[in-house]
């Protein structure tokens, strides 16, 4: 038989010989316990049910709707040097190159090294090294080592999938913070609109209120009102200015809240303008579909990431019981005596190349334990995937809800802001004839500003409602574009050669 056949053959029962050894390590069972959660098996509620669907989703500019100019402004100078965005970008470079890093793993290594070492031998003639004694020579050696992992258990491959996902986990969540800069943008660019509203109310108050002082002094002094009445009218001055010296307090700290996200001081903050929002045609539902409904969403996308990863890592942790078969080799140059350049000719030039195996035999415990943590790491992410899909149907319902509810209250608040300041007129002019008293009047007004107050509450929860509920939908960022399938998101199996020779294979089915 060639001489070559036989190596071969000695090649082959070497690698068997190291699967049966293998088998020596049983995987006792360990496997996940849970299941991802399919979006469309779970019951969608009546707010979800009966909104419009025209396919369409959230527009990826979609703070626009809100027609103000200077919030588009503002939401491009966030995005462009936000601390908070620029964090997760470096994430996302770091989650790449990591994964560069482990692919690297999968793809040939050379590694040089050159070592000249000029040896002095002792004298001695006795115990010393002979003819050498007293002499110096050179000991050098220069050479390239190679190595390739043939990675037959798919552990390389599995690891480079791994990095992989994380790399796009990091993507979602990249833009999720993204998303929530948006929103908390547009919820604070609307409270400002409602502080500023606010501060009307209170400046209409006192001008209201200076109006009734001024009216009771005149009346004073026609014989036909009384000082109790002018004190009563001077009495809430103080408050309301204080009033209106709060509310400029909380306009600043507002500017400098909007400032501290986009990234500037506060001088930029005090630029600021009165915004000037206006909703113009409510958002619509893209899906009936729970699927549909949260895919766009970057957390649900990013949870999703997550789990592949997970099922990659048990892959990882599965093909540490077999043996690690690479191949390695190295071509080079060694000398020892002769010239410092001598080790370069050709007659000392020397080559090695052959399979380098290893294999777990006895590791207390270790591999096993290894796969119980990726095992318990991807019921963590199914967890954590499942209840992000529950939390964002909850979270879009939550918004459905409260929309409708805001459409409906700010229609009561118009119509009590009405029939208040039809009230407060007729008061006033029954005052001013002498008909009624300062304090119904007082009541009146009060009455009257405190609808306006209500209605301009309702208007900025209507205007943050759109906003949540754009958010709740992806934001119209494309994060569904960019998801793993649902075969990565499965559990992989026990490979069928652990099985074969794992004690509790059997109990764990």
Same mark, same amino acid.
């Given at each position: 038989? /060639? ?18 050894? +293998? ?8 496997? /996940? ?7 469309? %098996? &779970?019951? $969608? ?51 790449? =190159? ?65 990095? #992989?996902? *994380? ?14 800069? *948006? ?24 001008? !209201? ?16 009102? %009384?000082?109790?009445?002018? +004190?009563?009218? @001077?009495?809430?001055?103080?408050? $309301?200015?204080?009033?209106?010296? +709060?509310?400029?307090?909380?306009? =600043?700290?507002?500017?400098?809240? &909007? ?11 005090? @630029?600021? @303008?009165?915004? %000037? ?58 000398? %020892? ?14 080559? +090695?190349?052959?399979? =380098? ?12 334990? *290894? #796969? ?14 499942? @209840? ?46 002498? &008909? $009624? ?17 209500? !209605? ?14 754009? $958010?709740?939908?992806?934001?119209? &960022? ?24 794992? /004690? ?6």
């Amino acid at each position: 038989m /060639p001489r070559r056949i036989i190596r071969t053959l000695h090649v082959f029962s070497a690698c068997a010989l190291s699967i049966t050894l +293998s088998g020596c390590i049983g995987t006792w069972g360990i496997a /996940p316990h849970s299941k991802p959660l399919q979006a469309n %098996t &779970l019951t $969608t509620d009546a707010a979800i049910g009966q909104a419009a669907s025209d396919a369409h989703w959230p527009e990826q500019r979609w703070w626009q709707a809100y027609a103000d100019p200077q919030l588009d402004r503002w939401i491009d100078l966030a995005l462009a040097g936000s601390p908070s965005l620029a964090m997760a970008a470096a994430r996302v470079r770091e989650a790449k =190159a990591m994964a560069g890093v482990v692919e690297a793993a999968e793809k040939l290594q050379a590694n040089g090294q050159a070592t000249l070492k000029r040896h002095n031998w002792p004298e001695d003639q006795f115990y010393g090294p002979g003819a050498l004694s007293g002499a110096n020579t050179w000991d050098n050696n220069a050479a390239i080592g190679l190595s390739y992992a043939l990675d037959l258990w798919g552990r390389e491959r599995n690891a480079s999938e791994q990095a #992989l996902d *994380q790399a796009h986990m990091s993507v979602a969540q990249a833009r999720q913070a993204q998303l929530e800069l *948006q929103n908390n943008i547009v919820k604070a660019y609307i409270q400002l609109s409602l502080q500023f509203a606010r501060r009307d109310i209170v400046k209409a108050e006192l001008q !209201q209120q200076e109006q009734i002082l001024a009216l009771a002094e005149r009346r004073l002094d026609g014989g036909i009102g %009384t000082h109790f009445e002018v +004190s009563q009218a @001077q009495a809430p001055l103080p408050e $309301t200015h204080r009033q209106l010296d +709060s509310l400029d307090e909380e306009i =600043a700290l507002t500017r400098n809240q &909007l400032a501290a996200l986009v990234g500037k001081g506060p001088g930029e903050g005090a @630029q600021l @303008q009165r915004p %000037t929002l206006a909703l113009a045609a409510p958002l619509k539902l893209p899906s009936k579909l729970p699927a549909e409904l949260v895919g766009q969403r970057p957390d649900v996308v990013a949870s999703r990431w997550q789990v592949a990863a997970q099922a990659r890592g048990i892959d990882v942790a599965h093909a540490a019981f077999f043996p690690n078969v690479d191949l390695v080799g190295s071509l080079g140059f060694m000398a %020892t005596g002769g010239g410092p350049l001598a080790f370069l000719t050709g007659r000392k030039f020397n080559y +090695s190349v052959g399979p =380098a195996i290893s294999l777990p035999v006895f590791d207390g415990g270790r591999l096993r334990s *290894q #796969l119980g943590v990726a095992s318990a790491g991807y019921d963590v992410a199914v967890a954590r995937y499942n @209840q992000t899909v529950i939390g964002a149907l909850k979270n879009i319902s939550d918004q459905l809800i409260r929309r409708e509810s805001m459409k409906q209250q700010a229609h009561l608040a118009a119509e009590s802001v009405a029939a208040a300041q039809k009230t407060y007129d007729i008061a006033m002019v029954a005052f001013q004839r002498g &008909l $009624t008293d300062y304090l119904n009047v007082l009541n009146a007004q009060t009455l009257l500003l405190r609808q306006q107050q209500v !209605q301009q509450q309702v208007q900025a929860a209507r205007l943050i409602a759109h906003a949540d509920l754009v $958010t709740a939908l992806g934001g119209g &960022l494309q994060a569904g574009q960019d998801v793993p399938t649902q075969e990565r998101q499965i559990a992989p199996k026990t490979p069928a050669t652990l099985a074969i020779f794992d /004690p509790q294979a059997d109990h764990a089915e």
